[in-house]
């Protein structure tokens, strides 16, 4: 079956760059998400990619896909306390009733 | 636009107990989908519902179950509760299967079994 894989914890200082990484095993993979969890509250979308992208900016995001080696990362500049939070990747293939398969989340802790 | 809401917000059993939970989509969304996040565990997948119809489950045991009513709204049903039931439960919804499905996520329901 699918498998998503991201390390479990990133620290940061504030202002620094962080990059959270992420590979799957799905070669069916269509759409590649990143999304943010706060602490007590739900996921929110942060940004997503098309498989046939190999990057996405997005104000501060940036997202790099290397679709060869099925390895998805996040790129955050300036790195601000607010943006400490778990981040979790997520893919899904399209077609049919295909489910998104969430990695293991990445906590990111920003050192002020 | 109002979120996706869940009740109760919490929820404590005792083991051998029925747990109900309720996810309300947003307004036009037909699709909702249930996880569950356990202590230091990602989210696992458990059900999607998609015009009243489950669509797809993930690898759980039959005591959980739900449904999806006319209005898209749904419960998620957990029978004869064990300890390791105990997790953050999130329900997301979206407007169905097609595009990128982008499922925006409520706040989520703590269940706590003793």
């Known amino acids: 079956g699918e498998d998503v894989e991201q390390s479990l914890f990133l620290s940061v200082r504030e202002g620094d760059s962080s990059v959270i990484n992420c590979t799957y095993t799905d070669s069916s993979s269509t759409y590649l998400y990143w999304y943010k969890q706060e602490p007590g509250a739900g996921l929110q979308l942060l940004t997503y990619?098309?498989?046939?992208?190999d990057m996405k900016q997005d104000q501060r995001l940036t997202v790099l896909l290397n679709k060869k080696d099925k390895h998805l990362s996040l790129r955050i500049a300036d790195t601000q306390t607010g943006d400490s939070a778990i981040y979790f990747c997520?893919?899904?293939?399209?077609?049919?009733?295909?489910?998104?398969?969430f990695g293991t989340g990445t906590k990111l802790q920003v050192i002020p | 636009e109002a979120g996706v809401t869940q009740s109760p917000t919490h929820l404590i059993k005792t083991r051998g107990q029925q747990a109900t939970l309720r996810c309300s989509p947003i307004?036009?969304?037909?699709?909702v989908y249930w996880y569950q996040q356990a202590l230091g565990l990602g989210l696992q997948f458990l059900l999607w519902?998609?015009?009243?119809?489950?669509?797809n489950r993930g690898n759980f045991p039959p005591r959980f179950s739900g449904r999806q009513f006319p209005n898209y709204s749904s419960e998620l049903n957990v029978n004869a509760l064990e300890l390791e039931d105990s997790a953050l439960y999130l329900c997301?919804?979206?407007?169905?299967?097609?595009?990128?499905?982008?499922?925006?996520f409520g706040p989520g329901t703590r269940l706590t079994v003793l």
């Open positions: 307004s036009g969304h037909t699709s």
């Open positions: 997301a919804s979206s407007r169905g299967r097609e595009g990128r499905n982008e499922q925006f």
């Open positions: 997520a893919e899904t293939a399209s077609g049919g009733y295909q489910k998104v398969t």
């Open positions: 519902y998609d015009e009243g119809e489950e669509r």
């Open positions: 990619i098309f498989s046939n992208m």
